[in-house]
Nanobody
Framework: QVQLAESGGGLVQAGGSLRLSCAAS????????MGWYRQAPGKQREMVAS???????TFADSVKGRFTLSRDNAKNTVFLQMNSLKPEDTAVYYC?????????????????WGQGTQVTVSS
């Protein structure tokens, strides 16, 4: 119903920057909140940043002041700009979207995930 295509991960030195993109496609009536989560080896998945359809953003304390999140509603795409990267930012980053989709009966609102993109920050 909703597919999330992530791009932009890779290897960067500490202090460097990366930009992640996530484009939503498929059959849906509306996209609500979109954002990024990350999961480092041996740790639980955690929220990094999220943005509402109206553009209001929320950031994890660990990335405030370093990461920005923007959204192009016309292209159903969100962009996570990551600056001043640290080795502790190393993780698999997952795009997340909440969308209302059609069903045989009534529309439902579901949570969708991308497949993840690796971000590695070397010291």
């Amino acid at each position: 119903q909703v597919q999330l295509a992530e791009s932009g991960g890779g290897l960067v030195q500490a202090g460097g920057s990366l930009r992640l993109s996530c484009a939503a496609s498929g059959s849906f009536f509306s996209l609500h909140e979109m954002g990024w989560y990350r999961q480092a080896p041996g740790k639980q998945r955690e929220m990094v940043a999220s943005i509402t359809s109206g553009g209001a953003t929320t950031f994890a304390d660990s990335v405030k002041g370093r990461f920005t999140l923007s959204r192009d509603n016309a292209k159903n795409t969100v962009f996570l700009q990551m600056n001043s990267l640290k080795p502790e930012d190393t993780a698999v980053y997952y795009c997340n979207a909440v969308a209302t989709v059609p069903t045989m009966v009534l529309p439902v609102t579901n949570n969708y995930w991308g497949q993840g993109t690796q971000v590695t920050v070397s010291s």
